[in-house]
């Protein structure tokens, strides 16, 4: 059995208690020998306004539309007591149903529409004692156009405030919406500009041992052909995550720890050397997000190697963990002499952007020549107490 939340029950009364007070206002009006059907006209359009379920409503039955007719009904049932001189009796269900009217007008309809709809609303409230304009004081007036200025600032006010929190909460949403979009075109940018950057340094390695006629060609064309087919699963990945819209968390296209070794086994160009020295068991103790990141630490350590230092014969990655802090450094024994085109270069966004996705998990990250030659690259992530 589905059990019935305290919020279904909370609306269930309050759709009750509207129904019945309209058909409190309906039958005091008949007790009165008055015609019924205006009163009852502006009653059930009202209700139908309120209480029709979301879910089925047409798109037609818009929020300015279901403000503003049952309001201009009410309205004009006024006008038409004051000048045919009849007496249409309004009560607490037809001022509840305003009231609800003026609160979708003020919370729900277009900027453009807000205010008129909700004017609209809240003069046909507070002009309802004129049908007894024969029979009721005007201290009696008075009291009721003081009650109604309450009620109807109350409601407003209410409105507003909740249309305020929607409005923040949508603003909240396109703002990690953005983010996400800018996390997750960084990603493509640093996913490919590694395999395309490989592709380049094979490419020109093959060229000059084409014309040399040194060496076999077959593992530098085996790793081009690798590289690009990297580089469009990366793209592939990319665009799924861009286009599955399933609340899955976290799905962008990042690496771990376990990567960096495959990224390590097929970086190395004919004539260079990869190390790749790591503290054991560090995949269990090391939590997912400190993971992506050293991971892109690693890829764009050795994608820089390939663009600025084409030279380097020995790379070495460590990866090793003292006391409560992850320590990666990536480094080379290259002396700049770089073989890439100069817009192959880029303009170093790729450090800008892992500064800040260290920095974020409270780490530091550090790049800068070595004493004895090549340049280094060294992060610290901390990792809470061992």
């Not at 879910?55 to 045919?84: F, N, Y």
């Not at 790591?278 to 090391?286: K, N, S, Y």
């Not at 270069?345 to 780490?363: C, I, M, N, P």
Request: with cysteine; aromatic share 4%.
């Amino acid at each position: 059995m589905k059990s019935v939340s305290s919020h279904g029950c909370l609306r269930g009364f309050g759709v009750g208690v509207l129904v019945a007070a309209a058909i409190v206002d309906v039958l005091d009006t008949g007790a009165a020998g008055h015609s019924v059907w205006p009163v009852a006209l502006v009653l059930l359009t009202g209700l139908t306004a309120v209480l029709w379920p979301a879910a089925r409503r047409p798109p037609w039955l818009t929020p300015e539309l279901r403000a503003a007719v049952p309001g201009a009904l009410s309205a004009l049932l006024t006008v038409g007591s004051l000048v045919s001189g009849a007496r249409y009796l309004f009560g607490p269900g037809e001022i509840m149903v305003l009231l609800c009217l003026l609160f979708i007008a003020v919370r729900h309809c277009s900027p453009r529409w807000v205010v008129a709809c909700g004017l609209l609303d809240a003069v046909a409230l507070l002009a309802t004692p004129v049908r007894y304009a024969g029979s009721l004081s005007d201290d009696n007036a008075l009291a009721f156009v003081a009650v109604g200025l309450v009620l109807v600032g109350l409601t407003a006010g209410l409105a507003s405030y909740l249309r305020s929190l929607d409005y923040r909460r949508t603003v909240a949403v396109g703002e990690t919406r953005r983010a996400e979009r800018l996390a997750i075109a960084a990603d493509l940018h640093d996913f490919v500009a590694h395999h395309v950057t490989g592709i380049l340094v094979q490419t020109q390695v093959a060229r000059m041992m084409a014309a040399t006629g040194a060496g076999e060609l077959d593992p530098v064309l085996a790793g081009i052909e690798r590289a690009a087919t990297e580089a469009l699963a990366s793209m592939r990945r990319t665009v799924g995550v861009l286009r599955d819209t399933s609340p899955e968390p976290d799905r962008r296209p990042v690496g771990d720890l376990a990567a960096i070794t495959e990224l390590t086994d097929g970086f190395p160009a004919p004539g260079q050397k990869v190390t790749l020295d790591r503290t054991p068991g560090l995949d269990a103790e090391v939590p997912h997000e400190v993971q992506a990141a050293t991971f892109r630490v690693v890829q764009e350590a050795l994608t820089n190697v390939r663009r600025h230092a084409g030279d380097a014969t020995e790379i070495a990655v460590t990866l090793h963990r003292a006391g409560d802090r992850l320590q990666v450094t990536v480094s080379d024994d290259g002396h700049g002499s770089a073989r890439l085109p100069d817009a192959a270069h880029g303009g170093g966004f790729g450090l800008v952007g892992l500064t800040e996705r260290v920095t974020a998990l409270g780490g530091t990250l550090d790049a800068g020549p070595r004493a004895a030659g090549g340049w280094m690259v060294r992060a610290l992530f901390p990792l809470g107490k061992g």
